[in-house]
């Protein structure tokens, strides 16, 4: 065989190979773009719900005193928030049948509260073969012995607790009531802590398998063949998760050519309030000092407040120094 011939079988083996290394390429390529689409897509939607969830008409429900953490997570509005932004992303906005594909592959939505937590999930319909999304009632984080004691848990170290010795409940902050109560849980500030971390996470994460084992029985019906799965969820996200009300979404099997795309998101509610800055004149020398409302030795010192300000850049920019607040002096 000539040298031309071999070449032109050379040509014809290499060149299918080469073909779908080249497809096998753009498909990647494809994948990982939509796969970052997707992602950006529902971090916002989940930001988007978080700040939904601290938009309070009534300011009852707003932060209080008594915690920091305290509030009420509106889930209906940060629901809505969400389900607008994945909507507006994945280009379904004026599309209901858009919509109600998409929302198939969201197999739980989870919002935290302070003291519980609601799970938003489809459920079939009595009597029929037709399903429908709904809203739990909140499930409290509790905790129990074997003694019979019980502990209502919230996102921080206030707790309800049943001493099944003294027959009674008391309600406080974990340091202050435990020299009243015979629960061994409440007796040590770090056992506690981690135990309270631990039995939260437990409780969320049990209510969604048996969610996401009922959604895959659904999704079998409308002839979803993907296998819903409860990922898992590093304890740094839970940590993290578990330091404020904030919303847990999960959004699973969208194919993305020959794969399936699966992913969780978490955001946080709470407003970080920043601290308020005063702006006041020393009347025995004129001179012009901002400090933050917090800071009392102003107060001693007699100093006139003038201003309110946003931030201490603001402050300076007005013509006001920094008060050292730790000193006796200026």
């Not at 489809?122 to 999304?133: F, S, V």
């Amino acid at each position: 065989m000539k040298i031309t011939d071999w070449a032109v079988i050379f040509v014809l083996i290499v060149a299918p190979i080469f073909w779908l290394n080249g497809q096998r390429v753009e498909n990647l390529r494809e994948v990982n773009r939509l796969e970052t689409r997707y992602t950006a897509a529902m971090r916002t939607a989940v930001q988007d719900a978080a700040v939904a969830l601290n938009r309070n008409e009534l300011q009852q429900f707003e932060s209080g005193y008594g915690s920091e953490k305290w509030m009420r997570a509106d889930k209906e509005q940060a629901l809505a928030a969400l389900l607008r932004s994945l909507y507006l992303n994945f280009g379904v906005a004026d599309d209901p049948v858009g919509q109600h594909a998409l929302l198939g592959y969201i197999p739980a939505v989870v919002v935290m509260d302070y003291d519980g937590y609601f799970l938003y999930s489809a459920d079939a319909e009595r009597n029929t073969d037709t399903y429908a999304y709904h809203w739990s009632d909140k499930k409290n984080y509790t905790y129990s012995d074997v003694d019979g004691n019980s502990i209502a848990l919230t996102l921080d170290r206030k707790v309800t607790a049943y001493d099944a010795a003294a027959d009674r409940w008391v309600s406080g902050l974990q340091s202050e009531i435990k020299s009243e109560v015979s629960i061994p849980l409440l007796q040590s500030d770090e056992e506690f802590e981690a135990v309270r971390r631990a039995t939260i996470v437990r409780l969320i994460e049990e209510d969604l398998a048996r969610t996401i084992r009922l959604h895959n029985l659904l999704a079998e019906k409308r002839g979803v063949h993907y296998t819903f799965t409860l990922p898992v969820i590093p304890q740094e996200d839970w940590n993290n998760t578990l330091n404020d009300v904030g919303i847990l979404v999960f959004l699973q099997g969208i194919p993305v050519r020959n794969l399936h795309y699966n992913n969780y998101a978490i955001g946080g509610g709470r407003l970080d309030r920043t601290p308020t800055i005063l702006g006041a004149v020393d009347p025995s020398t004129g001179m012009k000092y901002f400090y933050r409302e917090s800071c009392s030795k102003a107060r001693e010192l007699g100093y006139r407040e003038e201003e309110i300000f946003s931030g201490e850049r603001e402050a300076a920019g007005n013509g006001y120094y920094p008060l050292d607040c730790r000193t006796s002096g200026p």
